[in-house]
Each structure stands twice: as structure tokens, then as C-alpha cells.
């Protein structure tokens, strides 16, 4: 699977973002897909994550209840909305594929991951 994450950008606190992770290549149902975010100088953190139906979802806790994560399937496209953008939530953002076993733990490890695109940048201004 190929992944192209897109739709970063500047905006200021309060603000809204919709990212989009449009895929291609093997079977895009097979894969659930997780977003993730790294910050300068930080660790890859989870964001949310979206089973292969679009019917499960699950969120970190820093952007429960501020981001919305759905899934096109007939586009093979996934969507983050990000309302309400803080100063933190500043960092370069990327989609993975994987497909979930066992240890899948709501997709918030990133070793579960197969497939990753390449980040794209949010950055809010306070």
C-alpha cells in the first residue's frame, strides 16, 4: 500500500484542519489506518486510528473530542478533521496502514503498522 498524507498547513489556535491520507497499491479495505504525529525534539505519538469498515475508532486522549477520523473506501482516502487546533498539536503528521491481529492494542503502537506515507506539516499559531 502507498500512502500520501496531505492538507497540513498554518492555521491559528481554534482553527481547523482536515487531512487527508489517500492510498493506493493492495486491497485499502484490508488495512485499518492510524495517523500518528511527530513534534520537533519529541517522540512519534499516536493520534487516532479507524478500523477497515469505518466502524471503530479510537482516539489519544489529547484529541478526544477534537478530531474526527473517518474513511471512503470507494475513494481509498481516510480523513482527519482537527477542530479546535492548539498550539501542541503542532507537529508533522502521518498516515499508516496495518492490518489488526491479537496485539493490536486500538492501533496505538506504531510497530503494528505495515505501511507509512510521508508526513505532512501542521503547525498552529497562538
Known amino acids: 500500500v502507498q500512502l500520501q498524507a496531505s492538507g497540513g498547513g498554518l492555521v491559528q489556535a481554534g482553527g481547523t484542519l482536515r487531512l487527508s491520507c489517500a492510498a493506493s497499491g493492495r486491497t485499502f479495505t484490508n488495512y485499518a489506518i492510524g495517523w500518528f504525529r511527530q513534534a520537533p525534539g519529541k517522540e512519534r505519538e499516536f493520534v487516532a486510528t479507524i478500523s477497515w469498515s469505518g466502524g471503530a475508532t479510537y482516539f489519544a486522549d489529547s484529541v478526544l473530542g477534537r478530531f474526527t477520523i473517518s474513511r471512503d473506501n470507494d475513494k481509498n482516502t481516510v480523513y482527519l478533521q482537527m477542530n479546535s487546533l492548539k498550539p501542541e498539536d503542532t507537529a508533522v503528521y502521518y498516515c499508516?496502514?496495518?492490518?489488526?491481529?491479537?496485539?493490536?492494542?486500538?492501533?496505538?503502537?506504531?510497530?503494528?503498522?505495515?505501511?507509512w506515507g510521508r508526513g505532512t506539516q501542521v503547525t498552529v499559531s497562538s
Open positions: 499508516a496502514a496495518g492490518i489488526p491481529d491479537t496485539t493490536w492494542a486500538n492501533g496505538e503502537l506504531d510497530d503494528k503498522y505495515d505501511y
